[in-house]
């Protein structure tokens, strides 16, 4: 064995070792998982089991760097903003004979007017292209309703929330991106509302609608993938691969998963672009915020981001 398989042995190994040390319970409703999958949010809330398999120890890098990140940054944000800003706190939303409990990553009165109203912050470490995205289009609208569920359980408990802010940390050279939106009624209702149809499914789980189609990038880390996709032929499930060679098994996960982001992406952005082109069918050539569209003699369009976002620009022709 060579010194560098030896390193790769013991980095992932190391991974491997913070995800046990670390355990994140899949059991039950949270606030992280209120805007995800319906199916999934409906068996967790209806209390299916987890399936041993699905809580084995992994690697989990991605989950593991966004954890080292907000153990460093969050801490960091609280010093700097001084007094009155919290991190890590736990909040609840009552609603419909249901508990949705979670854990916000800062709250502070430290930035808003008045300051006897607090500013929530979500902290998500993300790659370089889902970065880009979110500079395109904002928050998802799972990161929006997550967040909302945070404001919502500090009004719950007496407080006063005046804005979210939903920041992006790209993993790759600590870019930011920035979203703040004012927090109130309707922000409110649209939690109340998402836990009420959720509470309809949760009665029978097995009935509610999957956000996709055919299975994603989402789906091999779901805890209830087996039984979410059995009336399919089911999802392969690398966990359970026990007597393969663990380098082989990983190999191959990662080539599986990469995949089906491949593919999912594919046939989202295909789909997403025809739309957006249909869209601009009738739009003149011009300076639109951030984005400049073109035509050509022909009639392809090109569509770029203006050079104050250059890292994020990129052109095409359809």
């Known amino acids: 064995m060579t010194v560098e398989s030896k390193l790769r042995e013991i980095l992932a190994a190391a991974f491997r070792a913070e995800t046990a040390a670390n355990p994140h319970s899949q ?3 949270s606030m992280s998982g209120l805007g995800a999958c319906t199916r999934r949010a409906a ?3 209806a209390g299916i089991p987890v399936p041993p398999t699905a809580t084995s120890s992994k690697e989990n890098r991605a989950a593991n760097l966004g954890t080292w990140i907000h153990a460093g940054l969050l801490p960091r944000l609280a010093q700097v903003l001084g007094g009155r800003t919290v991190v890590e706190f736990p909040v609840q939303v009552d609603s419909d004979g249901v508990c949705i409990p979670g854990h916000l990553d ?5 930035l808003a007017v008045p300051e006897a109203e607090a500013v929530v912050v979500d902290v998500k470490s993300v790659t370089g292209s889902i970065l880009s995205d979110r500079r395109l289009t904002g928050p998802t609208r799972a990161h929006k309703l997550q967040i909302w569920a945070y404001g919502l359980g500090l009004v719950q408990s007496g407080r006063r929330v005046s804005h979210t802010a939903v920041v992006y940390v790209g993993r790759e050279r600590g870019e930011v991106e920035v979203f703040v939106e004012e927090f109130g009624p309707e922000q409110e209702g649209a939690v109340y509302s998402r836990i009420a149809r959720l509470v309809e499914w949760s009665k029978a789980p097995d009935e509610a609608p999957r956000d996709t189609a055919q299975p994603r990038y989402e789906c091999p880390s779901c805890p209830f993938r087996a039984r979410c996709w059995s009336a399919v032929g089911g999802l392969p499930v690398v966990d359970d691969v026990q007597d393969a060679d663990p380098s082989l098994v990983g190999g191959v996960e990662r080539a599986a998963l990469s995949y089906l982001r491949a593919g999912a992406a594919e ?5 997403a672009k025809a739309l957006a082109r249909a869209e601009l069918t009738q739009v003149t050539a011009g300076q639109y915020g951030r984005v400049r ?4 003699a022909k009639g392809a369009i090109s569509v770029r981001l203006t050079a104050q976002h250059s890292e994020a620009s990129s052109g095409g022709q359809a």
């Not at 800062?106 to 430290?110: N, Q």
């Not at 046939?267 to 789909?271: F, G, H, Q, V, W």
Request: no cysteine; aromatic share 16%; net charge negative.
């Open 27 to 29: 059991e039950g409703l």
């Open 43 to 45: 068996y967790a809330l």
């Open 106 to 110: 800062l709250a502070t009165f430290a």
């Open 267 to 271: 046939s989202d952005a295909k789909a």
């Open 293 to 296: 569209v073109g035509w050509s």
